[in-house]
T-cell receptor, first 116, second 116 residues
Framework: AQSVTQLGSHVSVSEGALVLLRCNYS??????LFWYVQYPNQGLQLLLK??????LVKGINGFEAEFKKSETSFHLTKPSAHMSDAAEYFC??????????????FGQGTILTVHP | GAVVSQHPSRVICKSGTSVKIECRSL??????MFWYRQFPKQSLMLMAT?????????EQGVEKDKFLINHASLTLSTLTVTSAHPEDSSFYIC????????????FGPGTRLTVL
């Protein structure tokens, strides 16, 4: 079974400050990991994905995440927050090559607030 | 590329009526699509996996007779909420997988269903 835990349902930062959104996963086999962003009343947009290549993954809008197998973590970071980054962020896991092809398990989500 | 659309974006209906939601992959063929529902301030919950030309696979606890899924072509899946009740009010989101794309799902913009 696979699962995802996002630590902190709400994160608040000042504009220009570091953004750190935490995600830990549980999977019995090598996972694919994803970060999605959701703006109010909209679908999900992919920020970045880990697919067993480089452990440091760079995504859109200046976000990046590092896969750490020893810590079973895939935290999302951005060096300098922008007001437009305010949204809800979801971490998701899918078992690589598993029989449950493509099925994603989502974390609970983290709402990011950016203060001027 | 990899754009997924949903129609309608918003629907209000009376209790007891049926509502159909369409999910289309606009620029790619999707052998597999997924349907999620999202309650306010909650994460996405997978309802079912829709495979072209075969019966949908429902997650535990999802009533297959209430949430009818049809995936008649490689670019269209429909979700019909039958005999809708107020508790079915939710945000419904579909996604589609690009074949060979590391199980990456592309999400539609969502449909807001309100049952009066």
């Amino acid at each position: 079974a696979q699962s995802v835990t996002q630590l902190g349902s709400h994160v608040s930062v000042s504009e220009g400050a570091l953004v750190l959104l935490r995600c830990n996963y549980s999977s019995s086999v090598p996972p694919y990991l994803f970060w999605y962003v959701q703006y109010p009343n909209q679908g999900l947009q992919l920020l970045l994905k880990y697919t067993s290549a480089a452990t440091l993954v760079k995504g859109i809008n200046g976000f990046e995440a590092e896969f750490k197998k020893s810590e079973t973590s895939f935290h999302l970071t951005k060096p300098s927050a922008h007001m437009s980054d305010a949204a809800e962020y979801f971490c998701a896991v899918n078992i690589a090559g598993g029989t449950s092809y493509g099925k994603l398990t989502f974390g609970q989500g983290t709402i990011l607030t950016v203060h001027p | 590329g990899a754009v997924v659309s949903q129609h309608p974006s918003r629907v209000i209906c009376k209790s007891g009526t049926s509502v159909k939601i369409e999910c289309r992959s606009l620029d790619f063929q999707a052998t597999t699509m997924f349907w999620y529902r999202q309650f306010p301030k909650q994460s996405l919950m997978l309802m079912a996996t829709s495979n072209e030309g075969s019966k949908a696979t429902y997650e535990q606890g999802v009533e297959k007779d209430k949430f009818l899924i049809n995936h008649a072509s490689l670019t269209l899946s429909t979700l019909t909420v039958t005999s809708a009740h107020p508790e079915d009010s939710s945000f419904y989101i579909c996604s589609a997988i690009v074949a060979g794309g590391y199980n990456e799902q592309f999400f539609g913009p969502g449909t807001r269903l309100t049952v009066l």
